[in-house]
């Protein structure tokens, strides 16, 4: 009866036995298969059924997007790269460069000036007539306006229809003009500085000197009444009929003193002349001129 159980028990061993025996034989078997995998010594088969299956189900552009790995954008080559920076790199320094020779022409030049004058002077070292002519058509500016008297005033230039090499680097260095545009665009200042009444007295005393020849102290009274005209013509009321006093008197030239005190009278004196004392310490040359112009007015 013994050897009978234990044949059977043998033979035939316990349930749980043989449930035991299957496991610990899976857990081998899966242990055996997760290090396989790991050195990637097998594939799955399940997935590549699965990808089949799917590749049979779907169309051929939406399986080749899910199935073939996202395509990788090209990186630029290293010419192209170098091409992209030297454009960028260009563009900046034509920006800077702009930049730059724009700021460098806005910076008074000592050097552009000594050029610009030269394109009048030739290889003098003065602006003559001829110079002085093309000079005025360059800047847009007739020779007997009366901005040219200022200008020559703030280059204190000696002799009327000459600009001399320093008195052009000193006026235009006061002006900072180095080129007929930024002379040009001076112009307008120029004229304005007649409107402030000592600047205009300067200019006024400053025409005496300019205009009159050197060897001599007074005006000739032709170029006197060229330059009364040019200052007051327009501002004093009195000017045409002192004009014609001048071309009908006795006087061939104006000395300093009476130029200075035109200016003075046609400032002060009334149109009508009723607040002149002719006990004043007014020269004679104005003395005649209200004994004419009263004289006149009654005829």
Request: charge should be negative.
């Amino acid at each position: 009866m013994h050897i009978l159980k234990l044949f059977f028990l043998f033979v035939f061993p316990p349930l749980d036995f043989q449930l035991n025996s299957h496991l610990s034989t899976l857990a081998n078997i899966h242990k055996i298969y997760h290090t396989l995998n790991r050195l990637n010594l097998t594939e799955d088969a399940g997935q590549d059924d699965h990808q089949t299956g799917s590749l049979r189900s779907c169309s051929s552009s939406d399986c080749f997007s899910k199935v073939m790995p996202p395509r990788k954008k090209r990186r630029p080559a290293a010419g192209d790269d170098l091409s992209a920076k030297k454009s960028r790199h260009d563009g900046m320094y034509r920006k800077y460069d702009s930049t730059r020779i724009k700021a460098e022409e806005e910076v008074f030049s000592s050097k552009r000036c000594l050029e610009w004058f030269y394109e009048y002077a030739g290889t003098d070292d003065i602006v003559g007539p001829e110079g002085m002519e093309k000079f005025c058509e360059d800047i847009g500016v007739e020779p007997e306006n009366v901005v040219m008297l200022v200008l020559a005033w703030k280059l204190d230039a000696q002799n009327m229809g000459y600009f001399t090499l320093q008195e052009w680097l000193k006026g235009m260095t006061s002006l900072q003009c180095d080129t007929t545009e930024k002379l040009r665009n001076s112009l307008d200042y120029l004229r304005s500085l007649l409107n402030e009444p000592t600047n205009f007295k300067l200019i006024y005393r400053y025409a005496f000197d300019f205009a009159r020849e050197k060897d001599q102290r007074s005006l000739d009274i032709n170029t006197a009444k060229c330059m009364l005209g040019l200052l007051l013509g327009k501002t004093w009321s009195l000017f045409p009929v002192f004009h014609q006093f001048l071309e009908q008197s006795k006087y061939k030239v104006i000395n300093k003193d009476q130029w200075c005190n035109v200016l003075e009278f046609s400032r002060t004196i009334n149109l009508d002349l009723s607040n002149y004392d002719e006990d004043g310490a007014w020269p004679v040359l104005l003395d005649e001129f209200v004994e004419w112009y009263k004289g006149k007015q009654m005829t």
